[in-house]
């Protein structure tokens, strides 16, 4: 045998003796590894979901009423990132879709320890929170899933010294930025306060830097039972309208805060469905919230 076919079998019987030793295990595929639930794979849900909705008048009502509201050209402002940055934030705020609970955590402005709580999800109850956070990591996690998914200019404005909001920054062409208020909490405002609150001053801080602190890799992995519960919850209600998730995210609150039982709060949105559901994806979306937050209660 030549030498380089000698050293190639060398090479060859090596390797495989390796491998048989566990010194270098093969290569696993993502079949043999299960079902892809990583931090990355939640993110590349959201893009895709969001890209989908860019299609629904409801979208495009209202962002043609976002950039009217700000005097903005609609051709100078992304309805990517409109879209996209909107259903993060109704996912991730306080008792938004994704089901996080607001409570006193006297814990730093990141997303931390809402990565921990989740990693120890064992199964998605509807009427249970699905981790527990303060105003300034509620914040935290919306900046950094947007920033994960490509929405730049996304930040913490602290409108109190003991209060935290998170604020997009829009930067049009041959105009000034405009300061966007995503108030992840309802602290010092009223339950019809939602994306877009005029009732904080963002331009009260000088400065609002950009949240690139990486607060879990791309590869850190969910629970399967509950990425597949945010995917799902992404599917039922990020398609319907502004008016209608704030009032059945009042709801969700209500029965965290034990105000309203379960019951009462399905009946209450069934009630409200016709008051406030302007499109096919809000009647689903109230239909949606009254069929499982009686299903889990019943677990």
Known sequence: MGFARSI??????????SVALGLCPPAQSQASRGPDTSVSALVAALQAKSKSLESSSAERRAFESFVAQHKLSSGNTSFSDFVLIRVIFEATRDAGFWNMHWSITDQPPNSDRIWSQWKSVARS????????????????LFAFLATRAGVHNVGLFWPYPNHTVAVWTIHPAHSQPVRVIA???QIFLTEEDTFDTKKFDPWGQKTIYDYTRRDVSDSFELPKPLFDFFISQLDKYSGASTEALQQI????DAVFQRTLTPDVAAREALRRENAY??????HAAFQSFARDIRAGSAN
């Open 8 to 17: 190639l079998f060398r090479l060859t019987v090596f390797l495989g003796a």
């Open 125 to 140: 109850s509807f009427p249970q929170q699905t981790a527990t956070a303060e105003c300034d990591e509620l914040s935290a």
């Open 183 to 185: 108030p992840t909490s």
């Open 249 to 252: 995210r009042n709801l969700r």
């Open 277 to 282: 559901s302007r499109f096919y994806a809000d």
